[in-house]
């Protein structure tokens, strides 16, 4: 007999109290954030060519039915996600001949194989975006506060606005050596204009 997953679809703190209580602001990248910590002692990092970063830092991120997505990019440090409340699905490329394009959901059931923790190693462009079915359903039930994705993210190390870079329709393009097939075009809408 085939037991049905639970549906896991709590999400206790509205986004206006997360807004307001942890201090976050729009994100360059698209959603929220605020820098929760930046450890003080420096390391050479071997992906910004021996550059001194901090060992680490970290902030809250938030996706909102207002602020549904970011965009495409690349941190040369590694980063560890984690989540909190809600669910996003994360599209990640990584460049090769073709690039590799995974997806996968960040949420709390993982019955049906989402993510409590995801690693985005360096060398891979990332975007978030909450999903397709929540933000239909939310929206017939005026949820809007009660709906989004609550993450942390532990850059290591640290991030530093000299190691980041926004992908660029340009730049897509290039990962296909100029034509985009048919199954990456969707992702365009993601990718910021030249």
Request: glycine share 8%; with cysteine.
């Amino acid at each position: 007999m085939a037991t049905q997953s639970p549906q896991y679809n709590s999400y206790p703190i509205p986004n206006y109290v997360l807004i307001k209580e942890l201090k976050l602001v729009k994100h360059p990248e698209g959603g929220y954030f605020v820098e929760t910590d930046r450890q003080m002692e420096h390391v050479p990092s071997p992906f910004a060519g021996g550059a001194p970063r901090p060992l680490a830092t970290t902030i809250h991120y938030l996706l909102t039915l207002d602020e549904p997505n970011g965009f495409f990019h690349m941190n040369k440090s590694a980063t560890m996600h984690i989540l909190h409340q809600g669910r996003a699905e994360y599209t990640l490329i990584t460049p090769g001949n073709p690039p590799v394009i995974e997806k996968k959901v960040m949420g709390p059931n993982i019955h049906t194989g989402e993510l409590l923790q995801l690693l985005v190693p360096t060398g891979t462009w990332k975007m978030s975006r909450l999903l397709p079915e929540d933000l239909k359903e939310q929206s017939e039930n005026n949820m809007k506060e009660q709906w989004g994705c609550l993450i942390t993210e532990v850059v290591f190390p640290g991030f530093s606005w000299e190691d980041h870079s926004f992908l660029t329709q340009a730049d897509f393009k290039n990962l296909w050596g100029g034509t985009v097939p048919s199954e990456a075009q969707e992702l365009l809408r993601y990718v910021k204009y030249d």
